[in-house]
């Protein structure tokens, strides 16, 4: 008999089934808003002139070689990540409680720190509690390491804001010692983030509950522009000694998707406990990937560990960021005061970060593609970063079309 005949055919991924609608229509207008990737102001890629310079210095190192890194990657990139999500003089940092790992990039970070939970952590339920909605490949990241998935709701269609009583309430009525994943900073798909008050209000319940902060941070810096800013809710949680691990890309902040630059970082109440920590990370990292790769790690450590290379990073944060919130802002203004479309659009604005939902039904959502060849998905998320002073009145035309 014929091998693999059993093996079901997947679905595609939806998002890259749209880049593959989009790429296949040949309408002059045509605008994608699905891909999470940055884009200028000419629908290009963007290469961060800081990455320019940091690959140029690295390419004419005559002691460049093609080593293996450590098993837990390159020890300067792994430290100068820590310091960047929790700040140099965190007492996680100067206690040496927090166990770094190198990882293919968030996605890695992601299934490195399911996998160490799923072996070591000490379950009463074993379960992750996502958003609703959340970046759709939690849903599969945490059940491939036999974690179930729960979610918790997050996004209240009627505010297009947060849905915070509901969300603190199974925060409270979750069995305790729950794990709880977090977006640190400009939550996917929403851009819908609590207030620093509301994270406080949370971090007192995880408390209270023992429960656990599985933060994953892909946007650090992307979302205001202020690195630090961006950082504030992981801090406080530490400063709170909420028990906690931080998934960290350098993906979207630095331009790097393909080179696949990330870090998992587990604290520790105790620096002890780190290093044993460190011995399992070990163990699964091994087994998995032997050795992460160099090329991208070595351009974010000089990045970060070069001081003039540093502020040159910090401005092209600033670029990015900057031009995605002139692109809310002239969003919100073609919508309110010139097409004065109906509805509210406030969200537009309050939200942050790549994406926006913005709160049309997924009727609307599949007119603009089919007749618009304006390519988003169908929970009517936009990713900011397609529009362009180009194509923005375009979209805001359609958009006031598809909802009237
Ligand atoms: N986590 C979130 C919330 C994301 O939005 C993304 C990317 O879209 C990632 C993690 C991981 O991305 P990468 O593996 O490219 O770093």
Same mark, same amino acid.
């Given at each position: 008999a014929e091998r693999w005949t059993e093996v079901p055919l997947a679905p595609p991924d939806a998002i890259f089934q749209l880049t593959a609608a989009f790429k296949a229509d040949t309408h002059p207008n045509k605008v994608n808003l699905g891909v999470g990737a940055y884009r200028d102001d000419n629908s290009k890629p963007w290469v961060l002139p800081v990455v320019k310079k940091a690959t140029e210095i690295l390419v004419n190192d005559p002691a460049l070689d093609h080593e293996y890194l450590p098993i837990t990657g390159l020890p300067e990139y792994t430290s100068a990540a820590a310091r960047l999500v /929790? #700040?140099?003089?965190s007492p996680v940092i100067t206690e040496e409680r927090v166990t770094s790992v190198q990882t293919i990039s968030g996605t890695g970070a992601n299934h490195l720190g399911a996998l160490f939970l799923s072996r070591f952590y000490h379950w009463n339920d074993k379960r992750v509690f996502v958003s609703? %909605? +959340?970046?759709?490949n939690h849903h599969q990241i945490f059940p491939l390491v036999d974690i179930p998935v729960s979610t918790y709701p997050y996004y209240d269609p009627q505010t297009i804001g947060l849905a915070f009583p509901a969300f603190l309430d199974t925060l409270k009525k979750a069995t305790p010692r729950s794990v709880f994943l977090l977006h $640190?900073? $400009?939550?996917? %798909?929403?851009g819908v983030d609590p207030t620093r008050e509301q994270w406080g209000e949370i971090a007192d319940v995880m408390l209270e509950k023992g429960h656990f902060a599985f933060f994953d941070s892909a946007y650090q810096g992307f979302a205001s522009g202020d690195l630090d800013n961006d950082a504030w809710a992981v801090r406080e949680f530490v400063r709170r000694n909420v028990p906690l691990l931080v998934c960290q890309s350098f993906a979207k902040n630095a331009g790097l998707y393909g080179e696949r630059v990330g870090a998992l970082h587990v604290v520790s109440p105790s620096k002890e406990a780190a290093v044993r920590i460190k011995s399992q990370l070990s163990v699964l990292a091994r087994s998995e990937i032997s050795n992460p790769p160099a090329h991208g790690a070595r351009l974010v450590s000089l990045i970060l560990n070069t001081p003039e290379l540093f502020e040159q990073w910090k401005r092209d944060v600033k670029t990015m960021s900057g031009r995605i919130i002139e692109m809310r802002k002239e969003l919100h203004r073609l919508l309110t @005061? @010139? &097409?004065? +479309?109906? #509805?509210?659009?406030d969200h537009i604005v309050n939200q942050i970060g790549m /994406?926006? /939902? +913005? #709160? =049309?039904?997924p009727a609307q959502s599949k007119a603009l593609v089919e007749t618009a060849h304006i390519y988003l998905t169908s929970n009517g998320r =936009?990713?900011? $970063? #397609? &529009?362009n002073k180009h194509n923005i009145r375009y979209f805001a035309e359609s958009l006031d079309k598809a909802v009237r």
């Open positions: /929790f #700040g140099s003089d609703d %909605p +959340t970046w759709v $640190a900073c $400009a939550h996917n %798909p929403t @005061e @010139e &097409l004065k +479309t109906p #509805g509210n659009w /994406f926006s /939902f +913005t #709160g =049309i039904s =936009i990713s900011m $970063a #397609g &529009l």
